[in-house]
């Protein structure tokens, strides 16, 4: 009934740039936190940024400066602009979103997208 569908991942060189989107399609009456996760090997899932309904944001330290979230609720989609990429940047980079239907309010998941960055 809700889909997150997560683009934009890929390989890049260190210093590159990359742009992920994720897009929330099916029974939806409001979206309000959603963030962008990541979870390399033999590591625990991680957030990297977050933005509520309102605009706020806040980020991992090591991001900060280097990524920025945001989102476009008419569009039911949020970004994440990664800049000056680092070999310890690459991860499966997962969005979440908090999504208000029917059932009532709970936590929604992509399917991951993979992000390389090469030294």
């Known amino acids: 009934q809700v889909q997150l569908v997560e683009s934009g991942g890929g390989l890049v060189q260190s210093g590159g740039s990359l742009r992920l989107s994720c897009a929330a399609s099916?029974?939806?009456?409001?979206?309000?936190?959603t963030g962008w996760y990541r979870q390399a090997p033999g590591h625990q899932r991680e957030l990297v940024a977050a933005i509520t309904s309102g605009g706020s944001t806040n980020y991992a330290d090591s991001v900060k400066g280097r990524f920025t979230i945001s989102r476009d609720n008419a569009k039911n989609t949020v970004y994440l602009q990664m800049n000056s990429l680092k070999p310890e940047d690459t991860a499966v980079y997962y969005c979440?979103?908090?999504?208000?239907?029917?059932?009532?309010?709970?936590?929604?998941w992509g399917q991951g997208t993979q992000v390389t960055v090469s030294s």
């Open positions: 979440n979103a908090e999504i208000v239907n029917y059932l009532g309010t709970r936590d929604y």
């Open positions: 099916g029974n939806i009456f409001r979206i309000r936190n």
